[in-house]
């Protein structure tokens, strides 16, 4: 994984990827929209935070599920940035998306135009992690709250939460089974359920599955 320190480098990046292209610019972004690309992730961080591991684990895990699954589709790079999180901002927008299921929410000026199509900000702050719609730029924000708060400093839950919010960012809903990972409101699920002492990733549905091939079938392709 490549590692980056400080703002300037961030956009840095930002300029870099700006290039890539962003597929849809001409339709109205959709919150469920899937990828048309190999989408690139930018973890943003304070130096040394444990979770960025837990980022690649959460990728790894999602790459390996989608292989099983016969889809051709994958989750790109990772890239680290050392920065300090917009804590503030994090925190609007997580609100904004609760209060907006499936609607476009409203992101500080801060949080737009960001530089991985699936930004993570591994924020310090309490906030109810989100996965933000799809910006005008096809690219979508993860945010997830700091590991001082319960549950998330509990052992097997903030990698989980990292890789529930992975699975809205390639395209997933809530389901109400509190045995799976995507499982969520408005269904009386929440992340207490992922506590474990033994590491390890909750499991998709079967209809899940289903979803998968039919958004990232075998013959898929970047555009």
């Not at 599920?65 to 609007?92: C, K, M, N, W, Y």
């Not at 927008?93 to 929410?105: D, F, G, M, N, Y």
């Not at 900000?121 to 910006?135: E, G, M, R, V, Y």
Request: net charge neutral; with cysteine.
């Amino acid at each position: 994984m490549r590692r980056i320190c400080g703002f300037g480098a961030f956009l840095l990046i930002a300029v870099c990827l700006a290039d890539t292209g962003a597929h849809g610019q001409d339709r109205q972004p959709s919150f469920w929209q899937v990828w048309h690309r190999v989408p690139t992730i930018v973890v943003v961080s304070a130096d040394g935070d444990p979770r960025v591991e837990l980022v690649e684990q959460a990728v790894a895990f999602w790459n390996k599920t989608l292989a099983a699954t016969g889809s051709a589709f994958r989750l790109g790079r990772i890239t680290h940035v050392v920065q300090s999180p917009p804590e503030e901002d994090l925190q609007r927008l997580s609100e904004s998306v609760l209060s907006q299921t499936a609607a476009r929410a409203t992101r500080p000026e801060r949080l737009r135009n960001l530089s991985g199509d699936i930004t993570i900000f591994l924020a310090q702050s309490k906030f109810i992690s989100f996965t933000s719609p799809f910006d005008e730029n096809s690219r979508r924000l993860i945010g997830i709250r700091g590991t001082q708060f319960p549950p998330l400093n509990q052992p097997n839950v903030a990698v989980n939460v990292i890789a529930h919010e992975l699975g809205h960012a390639i395209g997933l809903r809530h389901n109400s089974d509190p045995s799976m990972l995507m499982c969520g409101r408005p269904a009386p699920c929440r992340p207490d359920l992922f506590i474990s002492e033994t590491p390890r990733f909750f499991a998709l549905t079967d209809d899940e599955k289903q979803r998968l091939r039919a958004m990232y079938p075998s013959d898929w392709k970047p555009e």
